[in-house]
């Protein structure tokens, strides 16, 4: 599946970035990149990005940064119940192209075309880089114009000076024009999320990404650093959360709902991911709710 082309930045006139925030019950669930960079704060959510050629799951307290022409979704999972509904996550979009020409004007451009560059691969922030950029853009969503402005520089003055960080694509990608990994690891985590409630085939998914299984295995742990086996149990962990949520639910239900062919097998993944078992889990969420 190829990634769409979007606009990040539309009706806005010459201006070069803009700041929002998101309020959505499913972030964009469509593979797709822009000639916009995006630095995203994510406070409350969870669920699976997919940036470039990289998948891994993703919590809430989450900053990343995607350089222009790098295909991403993320897929928010609802595994957590939220404590701030009305808001999920805060998104910076800036043109480099635009910043970069308004920049030469008024300071020495090389630091930032190397982050530029470095970013084509996505990034993800830690520490106390993470701590300063968060404040930026909690005081910059209300801000009058003139006070973004200084923000934008702000966080760009951070960003260009930190190593706390992390590259998360294997590959870069430039001018919108994805590698055909990418598009193979895309193509399995849309496979596996239209059909993780029924029966999973590895034969399958080796045949989308046009690979032997044995070849397939070793491709998709390169690049998401797990088993594809325990991507999938993820993936439908991720669903039960959801379904526990809701008190009518059974487990036993929930656990045939999610793809999951035995109660013991269910009980069983599911405390080897989230900790604890799925009778506790909805206990403590019955507990919150009171």
């Given at each position: 599946?190829?990634?769409?082309?979007?606009?990040?930045?539309?009706?806005?006139?010459?201006?070069?970035?803009?700041?929002?925030?998101?309020?959505?019950?499913?972030?964009?669930?469509?593979?797709?990149?822009?000639?916009?960079?995006?630095?995203?704060?994510?406070?409350?959510?969870?669920?699976?990005?997919?940036?470039?050629?990289?998948?891994?799951?993703?919590?809430?307290?989450?900053?990343?940064?995607?350089?222009?022409?790098?295909?991403?979704?993320?897929?928010?999972?609802?595994?957590?119940?939220?404590?701030?509904?009305?808001?999920?996550?805060?998104?910076?979009?800036?043109?480099?192209?635009?910043?970069?020409?308004?920049?030469?004007?008024?300071?020495?451009?090389?630091?930032?075309?190397?982050?530029?560059?470095?970013?084509?691969?996505?990034?993800?922030?830690?520490?106390?880089?993470?701590?300063?950029?968060?404040?930026?853009?909690?005081?910059?969503?209300?801000?009058?114009?003139?006070?973004?402005?200084?923000?934008?520089?702000?966080?760009?003055?951070?960003?260009?000076?930190?190593?706390?960080?992390?590259?998360?694509?294997?590959?870069?990608?430039?001018?919108?024009?994805?590698?055909?990994?990418?598009?193979?690891?895309?193509?399995?985590?849309?496979?596996?999320?239209?059909?993780?409630?029924?029966?999973?085939?590895?034969?399958?998914?080796?045949?989308?990404?046009?690979?032997?299984?044995?070849?397939?295995?070793?491709?998709?742990?390169?690049?998401?650093?797990?088993?594809?086996?325990?991507?999938?149990?993820?993936?439908?962990?991720?669903?039960?959360?959801?379904?526990?949520?809701?008190?009518?639910?059974?487990?036993?239900?929930?656990?045939?709902?999610?793809?999951?062919?035995?109660?013991?097998?269910?009980?069983?993944?599911?405390?080897?991911?989230?900790?604890?078992?799925?009778?506790?889990?909805?206990?403590?969420?019955?507990?919150?709710k009171d």
């Amino acid at each position: 599946m190829r990634p769409v082309y979007t606009k990040a930045l539309s009706n806005l006139g010459n201006r070069i970035f803009e700041i929002r925030r998101e309020n959505c019950d499913k972030y964009l669930s469509e593979y797709h990149f822009h000639s916009e960079c995006q630095l995203t704060y994510i406070f409350s959510g969870n669920g699976q990005r997919c940036i470039g050629d990289h998948l891994e799951d993703f919590e809430s307290d989450e900053l990343t940064f995607i350089g222009p022409g790098l295909p991403h979704v993320w897929y928010n999972a609802h595994g957590n119940i939220s404590h701030e509904p009305s808001e999920q996550s805060i998104t910076l979009h800036f043109d480099p192209e635009a910043l970069l020409s308004f920049c030469t004007l008024l300071v020495e451009t090389a630091p930032l075309h190397d982050f530029l560059e470095r970013s084509r691969q996505g990034m993800l922030f830690y520490g106390q880089t993470k701590d300063a950029l968060k404040k930026i853009l909690r005081k910059m969503v209300g801000a009058s114009d003139m006070q973004k402005t200084a923000y934008l520089f702000e966080c760009l003055a951070t960003l260009l000076h930190t190593e706390e960080y992390a590259v998360l694509s294997n590959k870069s990608y430039s001018n919108g024009s994805p590698r055909k990994d990418g598009e193979i690891i895309f193509s399995i985590y849309n496979y596996v999320f239209e059909n993780f409630n029924n029966e999973i085939s590895l034969e399958e998914a080796a045949k989308l990404a046009n690979l032997t299984k044995p070849s397939f295995c070793r491709f998709f742990k390169a690049h998401t650093r797990k088993t594809f086996s325990k991507f999938v149990n993820e993936v439908r962990i991720n669903e039960a959360c959801r379904l526990l949520v809701q008190d009518e639910n059974q487990i036993t239900n929930i656990a045939y709902a999610c793809g999951f062919n035995s109660l013991p097998n269910f009980n069983k993944f599911f405390k080897s991911i989230k900790g604890i078992t799925p009778s506790d889990y909805k206990s403590k969420l019955l507990m919150n709710k009171d």
